[in-house]
């Protein structure tokens, strides 16, 4: 059977420019791609039919070839392509791979850039008054930054790199075996497409030096332990003129002194005199904001007991809202009693009689008698 007609196959016009070629075999090499009609016969003939087409008309030469003299240029003796009649798989069927899956995979040609340069982490501890209100910090970071004499080129001044002539600047190589094409990195830029005749002396090619550098950090109210904060290309810088990374700030937060934090919440232990816990009274108590807040005690306020503040707590990250403020009451029992404080405290237990001042206590060792009577039964 006669072969169609290689601009038909790919639905373009004789005239259509390299970019419209290209841009109508990707089209359809994607509709007919075996992984996306697995089984169908006739998807894969058309995918090999559309891989031989863009194969033959991609390059300039072989395209005006074909225009002259159709299939016959690529025919056996006929000044055609070396290797004679058949479809080659190292041109259309490695473009389609870059063509359908470079863009997930960093690209499969070209090495023309350098390589990526790694990604920094830097622990950074602050205090949680900083946590609740945000600071702007001042770090220090050693990092490798690019080269000030070659900018990054990794040729001594006066020269650049040249074309790997390897690869020719493609930065892989390939292979004939048999029916495939194996491609692999150069092995002589290792991917680079470049080489350096003569390295910059500074870096010494890399194209990169180490530095300190210093950055201001914005750190946001209502962070926690373990935010991470990501500096887009503060990294370190890439080889040869390759994309810089990034670097990570991991956040902690020092132990206060006073307050425990929980998420948004604050919790705040604070001993008080048994006569105010009796008496009732009020207690003057700090805030994260640096404020005081007074909190009103009734009388009769047992140990643990908890008072709520609403909106005296954390900032929360990326909001107006704030957490709460919980005091908790931690009953002081007197030390160091004079023989008249010893006196009047005996005097107030007798003056009690019968009634119980102390509900918790009685109901607590009433249990335990009622156990011990069960347990002589």
């Not at 700090?286 to 707590?313: C, E, N, Y």
Request: glycine fraction near 14%.
């Amino acid at each position: 059977m006669a072969k169609r007609d290689y601009y038909e196959v790919l639905g373009a016009s004789r005239d259509a420019s390299a970019d419209d070629l290209k841009k109508a075999y990707r089209k359809l090499a994607m509709k007919y791609h075996p992984d996306r009609n697995a089984g169908d016969a006739a998807a894969e003939q058309r995918f090999k039919e559309l891989n031989e087409a863009y194969a033959a008309l991609k390059e300039p030469d072989q395209r005006a070839a074909y225009d002259r003299f159709g299939h016959a240029a690529f025919e056996q003796g006929a000044g055609g392509r070396p290797g004679g009649g058949g479809f080659d798989f190292s041109g259309g069927f490695a473009d389609i791979f870059d063509e359908m899956f470079g863009e997930f995979m960093g690209g499969r040609g070209g090495g023309q850039s350098g390589t990526r340069g790694a990604d920094l982490r830097l622990n950074l501890e602050i205090t949680l008054e900083e946590a609740y209100t945000g600071k702007q910090a001042t770090i220090d970071v050693p990092t490798a930054v690019t080269c000030g004499t070659c900018q990054g080129s990794g040729a001594a001044s006066g020269t650049r790199p040249v074309s790997c002539p390897s690869c020719q600047g493609n930065g892989k190589v390939r292979s004939q075996q048999g029916f495939f094409t194996i491609e692999r990195t150069c092995p002589a830029c290792h991917g680079a497409g470049r080489v350096i005749e003569k390295p910059c002396g500074t870096c010494g090619g890399a194209g990169r030096e180490h530095q300190e550098k210093t950055l201001n950090v914005n750190i946001p109210a209502g962070v926690e332990d373990g935010t991470r904060i990501r500096l887009s290309g503060e990294g370190e810088a890439g080889v040869r003129g390759g994309p810089t990374g990034d670097l990570y700030i991991f956040l902690s937060s020092k132990p206060h002194r006073i307050f425990r934090r929980d998420g948004a919440n604050l919790h705040l232990r604070v001993p008080l005199a048994m006569t105010t816990a009796a008496l009732g009274g009020s207690i003057e108590v700090p805030t994260i904001d640096g404020a005081r807040a007074r909190v009103s005690v009734p009388a009769g306020t047992q140990g643990g007991h908890q008072f709520r503040l609403k909106g005296k707590g954390m900032s929360v990250l990326r909001s107006n809202a704030r957490g709460d403020m919980y005091i908790q009451c931690q009953i002081e029992t007197p030390v160091n009693l004079s023989k008249r404080q010893q006196e009047l405290l005996r005097e107030f237990e007798q003056a009690g009689g019968k009634k119980s001042h102390s509900p918790e206590s009685e109901g607590f060792f009433s249990r335990v008698k009622e156990l011990w009577d069960d347990l002589k039964d």
